[in-house]
T-cell receptor, first 116, second 113 residues
């Protein structure tokens, strides 16, 4: 069974640009969650999509948005990039929604975003 | 807001048991405790989770204090492959389908051959 895949793996952008990251979940998984990981703040939850609906959102500005398609693939978009957005962006998929709290999440390898 | 507190780093000898602590003093009765670990250059990997009682699986055991304000991840026999950063995560249910995920800063476990 293929794992969670994320594209691209590395990305360099400049301030003010926007970026779109893609995540393909494990086949059959309907939940995709996104996380930001930085050395200073550690792991932080961005949002979760389940059956094409945003189920929950972390404490991030509106520049961070996402969507999920009918095949459960998800994209995350960051507009008007800032230097502080440089981070490893991880997505994770699970069978059920994270809110059920009994679901194991499977993480992808992440997309390393560098903002210059 | 809920907080989880973990030691920055720990060391263990190979083949010895390891006890990784996590304090979550603001936890309530419906908040789940999850543990994940992250190897270098990889995404986090699920280890174990629990609510009130102790849990065991093939990877580890999770001991939850009676007052639920702390938990301990137990690796029964550390191997070199267990060297990773271990994260304690709370899933805090706030009603109407909403929840909050609170991450610890992680404990970097070094395993000495």
């Amino acid at each position: 069974k293929a794992g969670v895949t994320q594209t691209p793996r590395y990305l360099i952008k400049t301030r003010g640009q926007q970026v779109t990251l893609s995540c393909s979940p494990i086949s059959g998984h309907r939940s995709v969650s996104w996380y930001q990981q930085t050395p200073g703040q550690g792991l932080q939850f961005l949002f979760e999509y389940f059956s094409e609906t945003q189920r929950n959102k972390g404490n991030f500005p509106g520049r961070f948005s996402g969507r999920q398609f009918s095949n459960s693939r998800s994209e995350m978009n960051v507009s008007t990039l800032e230097l502080g957005d440089s981070a490893l962006y991880l997505c994770a998929s699970s069978l059920g929604s994270v809110v059920l709290a009994n679901n194991e999440q499977f993480f992808g390898p992440g997309t390393r975003l560098t903002v210059l | 807001d809920a907080k989880t507190t973990q030691p920055n780093s720990m060391e263990s000898n190979e083949e010895e048991p390891v006890h990784l602590p996590c304090n979550h003093s603001t936890i309530s009765g419906t908040d789940y405790i999850h543990w994940y670990r992250q190897l270098p250059s990889q995404g986090p990997e699920y280890v174990i989770h629990g609510l009130t009682s102790n849990v065991n699986n093939r990877m580890a055991s999770l001991a939850i204090a009676e007052d639920r304000k702390s938990s301990t991840l137990i690796l029964h026999r550390a191997t070199l492959r267990d060297a990773a950063v271990y994260y304690c995560i709370l899933i805090i249910y706030s009603g109407a389908g909403s929840y909050q995920l609170t991450f610890g800063k992680g404990t970097k476990l070094s395993v000495i051959p």
